[in-house]
T-cell receptor, first 109, second 114 residues
Framework: DAKTTQPNSMESNEEEPVHLPCNHS???????IHWYRQLPSQGPEYVIH???SNVNNRMASLAIAEDRKSSTLILHRATLRDAAVYYC??????????FGGGTRLMVKP | DAGVIQSPRHEVTEMGQEVTLRCKPI?????LFWYRQTMMRGLELLIY????????DSGMPEDRFSAKMPNASFSTLKIQPSEPRDSAVYFC????????????FGPGTRLTVL
């Protein structure tokens, strides 16, 4: 199974941009890169996904390296409500997600 | 849409008892997933159904665990007999088929086995 590697934790100031990195050096050509986040005492929540091109949605942006071995989730203006564990996962052709340890994002007011 | 519905939200039971967790996926979704989350092991996929058929159950820990999906709107995860090490939060998620499709997670069932 393709694995992802993320920093255990990151800190950000409120209203500043946050760049959350993820390495997935063993990604295969058909794997989609998905990001989820988990707020305290809740189930994971979808954030964004992509295959090769950078992607934007109302929640975040996803920047994918040209060789696809890494990606970065960008929160343009962090708020206190963005404090969560962010998971970078790979979705294979079998539609299954493998979650790693994620990055715990702390946002300071 | 009510989202993925799980019941019960909390379950406390004694070792050796049977536990049944329930899940109602989002209407129209044909893929259903059961996950388990613990501090030690993180979020693990237990089993994946597509069109009510189990596709991959390699994550099911042992024979004490079983999952069924009798129809498109209902799934159960059963543990019999339960053990203290089964204590965890169990999540159900659903999606439409395809590796580009997002999974929608339920609120989870927090299971405590004494």
């Amino acid at each position: 199974d393709a694995k992802t590697t993320q920093p255990n934790s990151m800190e950000s100031n409120e209203e500043e941009p946050v760049h959350l990195p993820c390495n997935h050096s063993t990604i295969s050509g058909t794997d989609y890169i998905h990001w989820y986040r988990q707020l305290p005492s809740q189930g994971p929540e979808y954030v964004i996904h992509g295959l090769t091109s950078n992607v934007n949605n109302r929640m975040a942006s996803l920047a994918i390296a040209e060789d696809r071995k890494s990606s970065t989730l960008i929160l343009h203006r962090a708020t206190l409500r963005d404090a969560a564990v962010y998971y970078c996962t790979l979705n294979n052709a079998g539609n299954m997600l493998t979650f790693g340890g994620g990055t715990r994002l702390m946002v300071k007011p | 849409d009510a989202g993925v519905i799980q019941s019960p939200r909390h379950e406390v039971t004694e070792m050796g008892q049977e536990v049944t967790l329930r899940c109602k996926p989002i209407s129209g979704h044909n893929s259903l997933f059961w996950y388990r989350q613990t501090m030690m092991r993180g979020l693990e996929l237990l089993i994946y159904f597509n069109n009510n058929v189990p596709i991959d159950d390699s994550g099911m820990p042992e024979d004490r665990f079983s999952a069924k999906m009798p129809n498109a709107s209902f799934s159960t995860l059963k543990i019999q007999p339960s053990e203290p090490r089964d204590s965890a939060v169990y999540f159900c998620a659903s999606s439409t088929s395809g590796s580009y499709n997002e999974q929608f997670f339920g609120p989870g069932t927090r299971l405590t086995v004494l």
